[in-house]
Every structure is written in structure tokens, then in C-alpha cells.
């Protein structure tokens, strides 16, 4: 049994002088990141043209006096934009670098 215990704080004590690695980008990786800045500007640009389109479905309904379904789509663009925007941030919280 203390031979276990023994093996255990010796592992603790390998696993406790290993540092901190940083990330690093490998090799060839700026096209991905490219794509990635091009996929991102997309999403913006779909966001606000989700925005406006909302805008001038709410004036339309506020016009003919229909029901009122563009408030939401504005709100779910917006929260979609807030979630595209800080995709970075968020996965680096949950990673936690």
C-alpha cells in the first residue's frame, strides 16, 4: 500500500513541474485564420442586414396593423451578433487561458 501512495506523490510531484505551455499557431495556419476573418465579416454582415430587414418588417406591420413578430427577430439578431462578435472571448473563458 505505501508503495502505491509512494507512486502517486511521485506523480503528483512530475505533474506539478510541468509549466504552463502557451498556445501557439502551427504551421500554415494563417489561411485558416483567414478564412475565419472572412467567415466573421460575413456574420456581421448577415447581422445587419437581419437588423434591417426586421426594422422595415416592423414598420410595415406597425403600417398595416399586423401582428408584431419583428421585435423578436430584431432581438434574436442582436443576440446572434453578441454571440458571433465574442465567440473569442467566450471560448477563452471556457478554455480558460
Known amino acids: 500500500m505505501s508503495a502505491l501512495l509512494l507512486a502517486v506523490q511521485d506523480a503528483g ?22 478564412l475565419v476573418r472572412y467567415l466573421t465579416w460575413f456574420v456581421l454582415l448577415a447581422g445587419i442586414v437581419a437588423i434591417i430587414y426586421a426594422g422595415g418588417k416592423f414598420a410595415w406591420e406597425r403600417w398595416t396593423g399586423g401582428g408584431l413578430e419583428s421585435p423578436k427577430m430584431v432581438a434574436g439578431a442582436m443576440i446572434g451578433g453578441v454571440v458571433a462578435t465574442s465567440a473569442g472571448t467566450i471560448m477563452n473563458a471556457v478554455i480558460g487561458t
Do not use: C, M, R, Y
Not at 510531484?13 to 483567414?34: D, Y
Open 13 to 34: 510531484t512530475v505533474l506539478a513541474q510541468v509549466g504552463n505551455p502557451t498556445p501557439e499557431a502551427p504551421p500554415g495556419s494563417e489561411k485558416i485564420l483567414q
